[in-house]
């Protein structure tokens, strides 16, 4: 059997920005798109779940 470790690829985050762990590069550098014109700038949420739970995440 042969072995081969393949190394952690960079991601690219905004600004040139490039890391391995996605959280650190988001964390640090924001999305790639960050300074694209047609980037979205907002992020739309929907709770599902029962009324207490809606309400309690809501709060």
């Known amino acids: 059997m042969n072995l081969s470790i393949?190394?952690?690829p960079e991601l690219e985050f905004g600004g040139g920005?490039?890391?391995v762990d996605i959280r650190f590069g988001i964390?640090?550098?924001g999305p790639f798109d960050l300074q694209a014109p047609k980037a979205p700038k907002e992020?739309?949420?929907g709770l599902i779940g029962t009324a207490e739970t809606v309400e309690g995440t809501s709060q």
Do not use: T
């Open 27 to 29: 964390k640090d550098y």
């Open 17 to 19: 920005g490039r890391h």
């Open 6 to 8: 393949l190394e952690e």
């Open 43 to 45: 992020v739309r949420l």
